[in-house]
């Protein structure tokens, strides 16, 4: 968490019980603030008085006075209270007891809960409007996002449709919303004015904490599994890149001119303070995307290099500049030239088109997730890989390899596979989904305990069977059709309720009425 004027970061520690103050001029420690048990997300007013701390092991909202680096008061929330949000004018603290599965409302004049509302399944974070009028809830156990009317604190609204939503950040003009999905590995976008969700954009393992730029041109995420920021053009609602950080970041925050982020690495225990002078920070050797230059006494520029080569100027303010990308290899000094000289602003790397030649395996289940590893060429800093409409995890990537999360599907079927670099999109590969199968009839349903007894398994999406058992032993047995496989009851103890399985390309599904009888004897 940043103070509003920037000059200050706080960190909680809760691993210490503390909150760390940093110096952001000096990046030294300035203080540390004895809290309760396990210290959550922070808030701080937009005066920059107070700063307001959920104190997760304790069950409660402390309040920082930012002038003293003290706690002045503590209240008493709901159950491992995580997420914390202000209102705009200091009046409201909103806090996400993950716990109880409510927000608590506190009156900060008084210092008491003077609300609670009931939410979905384990809520982690809250985010209140830029004009205070809402506050959106993710819950990541209920996989919605709730929705609560500041002005009456009732929901007015549940958004379905996420996954494991953790996170929502609104942008500065308050028309969008991007929610971190922790099972999902993606970021939903969500349109404020009908609360729907509009997008979903793959990102890195497990995002946790997400943030926007001050002047909404950007996203940031931090993937706690994956070890990386990610960044995301609001304007195209498309992943640009990802920044490198320490080991298990889960909290972001953006300087007020936009010109660095601050990750907390939870893992690591440590803070990594990353420029963002150039966005993106990598692109394709071809050139001609659009990039962002930030900084400082950068109008009126009469180039933009990148190495030797020369940018076109799109817009040119005092500081911001956007320019088309030119053409180039390696990595390249970025420079900027005004009246005043010529300043270097960042290091660009040029990455060469990807190419993908086999996917292995090249099928799986639609019903769960699989794993599968793509091999080809310049496919290192991979940004997105989707097979079909449906975005994969990226668990590893090398220059020649990436081993890939799927995630389970509602459409089987045969989809292309496209694998996207700061280099470019690398398409040509199909994977098949298979459906999950059904069993919904076997006849007949008693056989001998001796075995040999033929029975036919009638269903759907049985063509391809690659196991028949009752009761965990293999029997033989022959597809006749997509709706039909014939096999032989093997030998098995007297029973009722023997559970007959198949199982196929696309899964297994039961049959549980089979009855193993004794034969007739003298």
């Not at 309720?497 to 039961?510: K, W």
Request: net charge negative; with cysteine; proline share 7%.
């Amino acid at each position: 968490m940043l103070s509003p004027d920037g000059t200050r970061a706080y960190v909680a520690c809760s691993s210490s019980n503390t909150l760390v103050v940093i110096d952001t001029a000096t990046e030294g420690v300035l203080a540390t603030i004895p809290t309760g048990a396990g210290p959550a997300f922070l808030a701080i007013a937009h005066d920059g008085a107070h700063l307001y701390a959920a104190v997760s092991g304790d069950g409660l909202l402390s309040v920082i006075d930012t002038a003293t680096n003290t706690v002045t008061a503590s209240v008493a929330v709901g159950g491992s209270p995580i997420g914390v949000t202000v209102t705009p004018d200091g009046a409201h603290v909103y806090v996400a007891n993950n716990g109880s599965d409510t927000v608590s409302v506190i009156d900060t004049a008084t210092t008491t809960v003077i609300s609670t509302i009931p939410v979905g399944g384990s809520p982690i974070g809250v985010t209140v409007t830029p004009d205070g009028t809402h506050v959106y809830v993710g819950n990541s156990d209920g996989n919605t996002i709730s929705v609560i009317d500041t002005a009456t604190n009732t929901i007015t609204a549940t958004i379905p449709g996420a996954g494991g939503p953790a996170v929502v950040a609104i942008t500065p003009d308050g028309t969008r919303g991007y929610a971190s999905n922790l099972s999902g590995n993606t970021i939903s976008v969500i349109d404020t004015a009908t609360n729907t969700i509009t997008a979903s954009i793959p990102v890195g393992i497990e995002p946790r904490f997400v943030t926007t730029s001050q002047n909404g041109a950007h996203v940031y995420v931090a993937n706690n599994g994956s070890n990386t920021a990610s960044v995301i053009d609001t304007a195209t609602n498309t992943l640009t890149g990802n920044l490198s950080t320490g080991q298990g970041p889960t909290g972001v925050a953006v300087a007020p001119d936009d010109s660095t982020l601050y990750v907390t690495n939870t893992d690591a225990g440590t803070l990594s303070i990353i420029p963002l002078t150039l966005i993106p920070q990598a692109g394709s050797t071809a050139g001609g995307a659009t990039a962002t230059i930030n900084g400082h006494n950068l109008a009126n520029a009469s180039a933009v290099r990148f190495g030797a080569a020369a940018a076109t100027i799109l817009t040119n303010t005092a500081t911001s500049i956007t320019v088309v990308i030119p053409a180039g290899a390696g990595a390249v000094p970025v420079t900027v030239t005004t009246p005043g000289g010529t300043g270097f602003l960042g290091d660009f790397i040029y990455f060469p088109p990807p190419q993908i030649n086999d996917v292995n395996p090249a099928e799986g289940p639609s019903i769960l997730g699989n794993t599968a590893v793509i091999s080809g060429f310049n496919l290192a800093g991979a940004i997105a890989v989707s097979f079909g409409p449906n975005p994969a995890t990226i668990q590893s990537a090398t220059d020649t390899q990436l081993t890939l999360a799927l995630a389970p599907t509602r459409n089987p079927g045969t989809v292309p596979v496209t694998v996207t670099t700061p280099g470019g999109t690398a398409a040509g590969l199909f994977y098949t989904y298979w459906p999950e199968p059904t069993v919904t009839n076997v006849t007949p349903n008693t056989g001998s305990t001796k075995g040999g007894t033929p029975v036919t398994l009638t269903g759907t999406d049985l063509a391809t069977t690659q196991q028949v058992t009752f009761q965990n032993v293999s029997a033989d047995f022959c597809v006749i059709s997509d709706t039909q496989v014939t096999t032989v009851a093997p030998q098995q103890s007297p029973g009722q309720n023997i559970t007959v399985s198949v199982t196929t390309a696309g899964g297994s599904n039961s049959w549980n009425a089979f009855t193993y009888q004794q034969p007739p004897a003298l």
